[in-house]
């Protein structure tokens, strides 16, 4: 039975001791790392007969920083103590977790990348272009979920693949060793955005309206409440509207709080007694350019109705008056 390391390396939270814990169960050892006062990790796992032994690096946010952490994990790796590194990056922020591999493409030995968290990526309408990404950067790059099980069967293949048939990242950032840290990062970052120029696109926003917005909005009932739109709107922003289906909806919406917000800030807000809103009307005041009394009589109630369902202060106390 043959024995190879495979290192997990990865910014913090990037889901390395997920991935490292799955992986080995309970067939850990803990230490220190030789002079050191981080914890060191080894564990291993079977697969086809041969053992893997698996070295969770320290979290880091890259390899060329003065910290115990990153001169602990840049010294293993250019010292060749792994036969493969398995680099972790959070999908999430892909723009942020790239870094890692920026720098470590620096070094030129085998990796595979693991685009973890793809759940959470999923749950922000992000999709990512995983074959696109592994084509520019010359390694396997695999999407993954380190909370699921059912994606371990497929790690486990990939890095014996990998460790069979070694690739390393093809390209690597145009840095200037003579040159200052600052303009390093910079070229990192310029290679960042071209290793993933087009390979993330986020989805549209999801509008939700409230009842009110829906019915003012919708093809039938919203040409009754048209007739309104004149106190929050100019001619030419009600003429326009009408011709915006199916976007009328949320552009509308989003124009009436631009609105509001632009009202309030031409204003001056004063203090109102505890009581009914038409109690609080009176001591609502507001002078206005084009003397729109009516968004702010509209505002106010929308205030007093949001403070009441939501048991916030009241707008004196808020505002400091």
């Known amino acids: 039975m043959t024995n190879t390391r495979i290192a997990l390396l990865g910014q913090p ?19 220190n790392w030789p002079g050191k006062t981080v914890e060191r990790n080894d564990g291993y796992y079977t697969y086809n007969g041969t053992r893997y032994t698996v070295t969770d690096l320290p979290g880091s946010y890259g390899l ?9 994990t840049a010294a293993f790796i250019k010292m060749r103590q792994s036969d493969l590194t398995c680099i972790l990056v959070d999908a999430s922020q892909l723009e942020r977790s790239m870094f890692m591999v920026a720098e470590f493409a620096l070094l030129q030995k085998p990796a595979v990348v693991l685009l973890n968290m793809m759940d959470v990526a999923k749950a922000q309408k992000k999709e990512i272009d995983a074959k696109l990404l592994s084509e520019r950067l010359g390694v396997p ?3 993954f979920t380190a909370a699921e099980s059912r994606g371990y069967d497929g790690l486990r293949t990939l890095l014996a693949a990998e460790l069979s048939v ?4 093809r390209t690597a950032p145009a840095v200037d060793e003579k040159a200052d840290a600052m303009a390093q990062s910079e070229a990192k970052y310029r290679w960042v955005a071209e290793m993933l120029d087009g390979v ?22 919203g040409k ?73 009589d509209l505002l106010y109630l929308l205030f007093q109705r949001k403070r009441r369902y939501s048991k916030q202060p009241p707008l004196s106390h808020r505002y400091g008056h």
């Open 64 to 72: 060329s920083g003065n910290s115990d952490e990153e001169l602990i």
């Open 224 to 296: 009754f409440g048209l007739c309104a739109d004149p106190l929050l709107y100019g001619a030419d922003d009600v003429d326009r509207l009408q011709g915006l289906r199916p976007h009328a909806c949320a552009l509308r919406s989003a124009q009436r709080y631009d609105h509001g917000a632009a009202t309030l800030s031409q204003g001056s807000l004063e203090a109102y007694p505890e009581g009914s809103p038409s109690e609080g009307m009176g001591y609502f005041q507001t002078r206005l350019e084009h003397s729109h009394t009516r968004v702010a």
């Open 166 to 169: 070694p690739h390393t990242i």
């Open 13 to 31: 939270n990037s889901g390395k001791s997920t991935v490292y814990n799955a992986l080995t169960g309970s067939r850990q050892h803990v230490g």
């Open 200 to 221: 993330t696109h986020t989805a549209a926003p999801d509008y939700r309206l409230s009842r009110f917005d829906r019915v003012a909005t919708s093809p039938v009932k």
């Open 141 to 143: 790059v695999l999407p």
